[in-house]
C-alpha cells in the first residue's frame, strides 16, 4: 500500500530511525542505513511523494550514486529494497 502523501524524506526518517535503529542489532549496519537515507536519497528524491516515484527515478539515483562509488551505489540500492519492503 502507498500513502498518496507520504513524502520520501518522511517515509525513510522513520524508517532508519524507528525500524532500523530498534530492529538491528548492529550499530555499523543502522549508521550505514542511515548515511545512505541522509547522504544520498533524500538529498536527490526526499521531497517527492512516494506514489510520484517511477522506475526511472530510482534507476536514475543508482546511476548516480554508482558514478561517485560502485559501492555506495549497491549500499543505496539495498537500502531502497529493504525499506520498500
Given amino acids: 500500500m502507498?500513502?498518496?502523501?507520504?513524502?520520501v524524506k518522511d517515509f525513510l526518517t522513520f524508517w532508519v530511525e524507528e525500524?532500523?535503529?530498534n530492529r538491528v542489532d548492529s550499530n555499523e549496519t543502522y549508521e550505514t542505513y542511515r548515511g545512505m537515507v541522509y547522504n544520498h536519497i533524500i538529498p536527490a528524491m526526499g521531497s517527492r511523494k512516494i506514489s510520484e516515484i517511477n522506475r526511472s527515478d530510482v534507476q536514475k539515483l543508482?546511476?548516480?550514486?554508482?558514478d561517485y562509488s560502485i559501492s555506495v551505489g549497491g549500499l543505496v540500492k539495498t537500502v531502497r529494497i529493504v525499506?520498500?519492503?
Avoid at 502507498?2 to 513524502?7: I, L
Fill in 19 to 21: 525500524d532500523i535503529l
Fill in 2 to 7: 502507498v500513502y498518496e502523501n507520504v513524502r
Fill in 83 to 85: 525499506s520498500f519492503r
Fill in 62 to 66: 543508482y546511476n548516480e550514486t554508482a
